[in-house]
């Protein structure tokens, strides 16, 4: 049984990868500072793993509590790490934030963990923001990094170089980078998924808010894009699959024996979904009729955006399973179950 630290654990992606890892058998700390998160997804978790999860409330920006924290617990042996602001638009309104929350605290648990000097298998969050507007597509790891469109993207991709640099220099690391493409959907217990604050950004968040009567309409951002209906393709991929995608990382981690070992994976499905498909898919497997319309394009998009997987496939022996009526469905009855726990 290996010791999994894993920081910002009851956010979206985190709480389902607590259950994930709970589930095969890993002894699991969080670390959390309730930033953008809230105790009743450690309630959900327990409630699924029928078991308390060790939780500690932390901010990683201070280090002093970072290093105590690390100390405390020198027999970890993998780390994920979550822990980041993740709004695209609030980046560019508030850079300096995303650039203390993001790297600071990355180089805060770096640091800590190096004074350690045992071995650590380190997987990091990262997005398949780094991409930009792709050259070619699917999109492969090979593709070349652009200048990052928002402070957000560049936090991901400073934090790579960061890790990249990190492991050529010292034997204790070993790191792997997982970009993610869209994740959607959420436990199917309904009991963990995602808690957008304000006004959802994302796709999927605004069909379940205005399906549910939150919002009054959804707007699909353009519908003038060189694809075949029209609207923006994206490569969807269920939360749950993402979640296993960072346990076979690390345990294809804790496996190996070379040191100074850093690469990048694509996390996705390698399939494109358009925006109306979407909500067709949300429309034929929840019978709820959408109010939607058409809109201008949001700056910023790219028409096309999907995986080739084949390298997590092969090299980490993952693959997605879940179809994206799963996700939509679970995602509908976790509104649902927002609105009636009042979180
Ligand atoms: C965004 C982030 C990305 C992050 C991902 C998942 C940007 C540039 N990228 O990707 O870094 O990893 O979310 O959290 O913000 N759409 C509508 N109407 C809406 C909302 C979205 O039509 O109300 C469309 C968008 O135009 C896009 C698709 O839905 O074509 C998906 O949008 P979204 O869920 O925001 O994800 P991305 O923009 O792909």
Redesign the pocket.
Known sequence: MSKILVTGGLGYIGSHTVVELHKSGHDIVIIDDLSNSSLKILDGINEIINFNINFIELDLKNFKQTKSFIKENIDIDGVIHFAAS?A?GESVEDPLKYYTNNISSLLNLLNALKSLERKINFIFSS???VYGKPEILPITENESIKVA??P??NTKQIGEEILFDLVKSSPYFNVISLR?F??IGAHNSALIGELPIGVP????P?ITQTAIGKREI?????NDYDTHDG??L?DYIHVVDLANAHLKALSFLIKKKENNYFDTFNIGTGKASS?LELIKGFEESTGINLNYKIGDR?I??VDQ?FAEVSKANNVLNWKSNLTIEDALVSAWNWEKNINNEKF
């Open positions: 993740k695209v997005s398949a923001t469109e928002s957000y993207g993610y869209n994740p950004q994302n796709l999927v605004f959804l707007t699909i951002f353009g609207t923006c994206r925006v949001r910023g998009d955006c």
